[in-house]
């Protein structure tokens, strides 16, 4: 069983930075591929960005590529979102998730590709 904690979500105004964290605890964090992905009231959860394994892979949506950064430390099993240059339609709840089949990061970037979950947290950016 692999628990995911996320942190790190806050208020910021258009234009800001925040930084997420998501702490895994349990399993192999290092033999599983990551993802961050957000979701807002009445609509799906939307990918955000993926990182293999090793992280030396990455993978974005086309509506944060050049604005985000995803990356971990297999050693702090910890995984962050670099933000920046945030927009209001950036607000969402926003969840880490681990893919244990670790699968290639550019082949599966859908929410039922990931099996375990974080209980998400919070970015709101104001206009």
């Known amino acids: 069983q692999v628990q995911l904690v996320e942190s790190g979500g806050g208020l910021v105004q258009a234009g800001g930075s925040l930084r997420l964290s998501c702490v895994a605890s349990?399993?192999?964090?290092?033999?599983?591929?990551m993802g961050w992905f957000r979701q807002v009231p009445g609509k799906e959860r939307e990918f955000v960005a993926t990182v293999s394994w090793g992280g030396s892979v990455t993978y974005y949506a086309d509506s944060v590529k050049g604005r985000f950064k995803i990356f971990r430390d297999n050693v702090k099993k910890t995984m962050y979102l670099q933000m920046n240059n945030l927009k209001p339609e950036d607000t969402a709840v926003y969840y880490c998730?681990?893919?244990?089949?670790?699968?290639?990061?550019?082949?599966?970037?859908?929410?039922?590709?990931?099996?375990?979950w974080g209980q998400g947290t919070q970015v709101t950016v104001s206009s």
């Open positions: 998730a681990a893919d244990t089949a670790n699968r290639r990061v550019a082949d599966a970037l859908g929410a039922t590709d990931f099996v375990y």
């Open positions: 349990g399993g192999t964090f290092s033999r599983y591929r």
